[in-house]
């Protein structure tokens, strides 16, 4: 029973840690933390649709809409149609939206990040084979 809470417990301290990280990413900056996490999203995925942007922060599409409006007009994304589809429209960072994305990582030292990044692997890698 020991081992229940000892996992418990670091498992509420990395999310505790993560949310302070959030906020450290943030701090600062003109954009809203949801905008943030969009833009390093849309970095990790090559672009989304609106309709995984609207699942992966369970909001409407309208909500969605003028998120991307908000960082269309910084200049940070822009709206994508793909020829052979004209209905579908991804949503992609712009240079400057890849600039800021790299900007916001800048507070931190490359070490620190190549430390905080292998160790979120492992931790992964080892989730993956429990759930």
């Known amino acids: 029973m020991n081992h229940v ?3 418990m417990s670091e498992m509420l301290q990395l999310q505790q840690k993560s949310k302070k990280f959030v906020n450290i990413l ?3 900056e003109s954009l809203s933390q949801n905008q943030l996490i969009l833009l390093l999203q849309l970095e990790i995925n090559g672009g989304m649709k609106a309709t995984e942007i609207a699942d992966f ?3 409407t599409p309208g909500a969605v809409t003028s998120m991307c409006d ?3 007009k910084l ?3 822009k709206r994508e149609r793909k020829s052979e589809d004209r209905r579908i429209v991804k949503i992609v960072l712009t240079n400057g939206g890849e600039d800021k994305v790299h900007e916001i990582f800048m507070k931190f030292p490359q070490e620190k990040l ?3 990044a292998k160790v979120l ?8 084979s429990i759930v």
């Open 114 to 116: 190549t430390t905080i």
């Open 26 to 28: 943030s701090e600062g």
């Open 70 to 72: 908000k960082l269309e």
């Open 57 to 59: 922060f369970s909001v």
């Open 121 to 128: 692997k492992d931790i992964n890698k080892l989730m993956n």
């Open 5 to 7: 809470k000892l996992i």
């Open 75 to 77: 200049n940070l994304v």
